[in-house]
Nanobody, 124 residues
Framework: QLQLVESGGGLVQPGGSLRLSCAGSGFSLNYYTIGWFRQAPGKEREGVVCINSGDSSTYYVDSVKGRFTVSRDSAKNTVYLQMNNLKPSDTAVYYC?????????????????WGQGTQVTVSS
């Protein structure tokens, strides 16, 4: 059974940091482009970043450039999202997703498998 499990969310003050994890089971994440998405209350799900299969090149949405960093740990079959200098506008449920044959896109419809999400709240 193919499964993605996110973890690492929580409550953090503005300017703080969190590291989200996306662990894969039943398949190797190395063969998939992994995207991180977020959905705030009352808003559509938006793509944040993706890390491509193969060369692990990355694409970031402008609002998180310089603050968020995505990486892979192949040995742990896990993708991480390091989030620094968090802002209240980053508050959302964060999801990871795996896309087969996807490259350089953070369009949710292009992704095949989704995790259950983890809540990130940035507030003082």
């Amino acid at each position: 059974q193919l499964q993605l499990v996110e973890s690492g969310g929580g409550l953090v003050q503005p300017g703080g940091s969190l590291r989200l994890s996306c662990a894969g089971s039943g398949f190797s994440l190395n063969y998939y482009t992994i995207g991180w998405f977020r959905q705030a209350p009352g808003k559509e799900r938006e793509g944040v970043v993706c890390i491509n299969s193969g060369d692990s090149s990355t694409y970031y949405v402008d609002s998180v450039k310089g603050r968020f960093t995505v990486s892979r740990d192949s040995a742990k079959n896990t993708v991480y999202l390091q989030m620094n200098n968090l802002k209240p506008s980053d508050t959302a449920v964060y999801y990871c997703a795996a896309g087969c044959g996807v490259r350089g896109t953070i369009e949710p419809a292009q992704y095949d498998y989704w995790g259950q999400g983890t809540q990130v709240t940035v507030s003082s």
